[in-house]
């Protein structure tokens, strides 16, 4: 069965600082991966998404995520963190279409001034 | 505009209780989701629609009936409410069946 995990269930920076979001992932064919962003209150946004090619992927609001078949990984990352930034994080990964989907359980972002 | 809106944002009710959730997109996207956020923040598809027909049907109680009257129009309606279906529902849409979905802002159910 396909899982994912997000072994950092909260993250705290400080604003300026680097950032790195770990996402590791079980899954039986190519995978296709996702990073979201949930601000509080609000619903899911896409930051990012890998399919195919270069496995190191440009998103929205700075962040990047490079896949890493060996490790099974696709870590988020961004050089310098905002205080909006704060917020939850989750990686995904399933087929592109059908069934199958699965989110990981999200990592926690705080921000400090 | 909202991409996609949820209505309500908030429903507070009563255990054995039937409730409906709205859900609308504007985006002229063919598929349409309803996912289940437990107080632990997991995330958990319930079901597809893909221009009105149901594609993903997860685990999910037949007490929960997803409604599709048109492509941009996905409502869900639960039966018999339970305590454990106290959860954060959001609906999100997407084109071609593509995962990199819009999701709405979330309704918040708790069941007492």
């Known amino acids: 069965a396909q899982s994912v995990t997000q072994p950092d269930i909260h993250i705290t920076v400080s604003e300026g600082a680097s950032l790195e979001l770990r996402c590791n992932y079980s899954?039986?064919?190519?995978?296709?991966l996702f990073w979201y962003v949930q601000s509080p209150g609000q619903g899911l946004q896409l930051l990012l998404k890998?399919?195919?090619?270069?496995?190191l992927v440009q998103g929205i609001k700075g962040f990047e995520a490079e896949f890493k078949r060996s490790q099974s990984s696709f870590n988020l990352r961004k050089p310098s963190v905002h205080w909006s930034d704060a917020a939850e994080y989750f990686c995904a990964v399933g087929p592109y279409y059908g069934q199958n989907f699965v989110f990981g359980p999200g990592t926690r972002l705080s921000v400090l001034p | 505009d909202t991409a996609v809106s949820q209505t309500p944002k908030y429903l507070v009710t009563q255990m054995g209780n039937d409730k409906s959730i709205k859900c609308e997109q504007n985006?002229?996207?063919?598929?349409m989701y309803w996912y289940k956020q437990d107080s632990k923040k997991f995330l958990k598809i319930m079901f597809s629609y893909n221009n009105k027909e149901l594609i993903i049907n997860e685990t999910v109680p037949n007490r929960f009936s997803p409604k599709s009257p048109d492509k941009a129009h996905l409502n869900l309606h639960i039966n018999s409410l339970e305590l454990g279906d106290s959860a954060v529902y959001f609906c999100a849409s997407s084109q071609d069946g593509d995962r990199a979905a819009f999701f709405g802002q979330g309704t918040r159910l708790t069941v007492v």
């Open positions: 899954y039986g064919a190519t995978p296709y």
């Open positions: 890998y399919f195919s090619g270069d496995t």
């Open positions: 985006l002229g996207h063919d598929t």
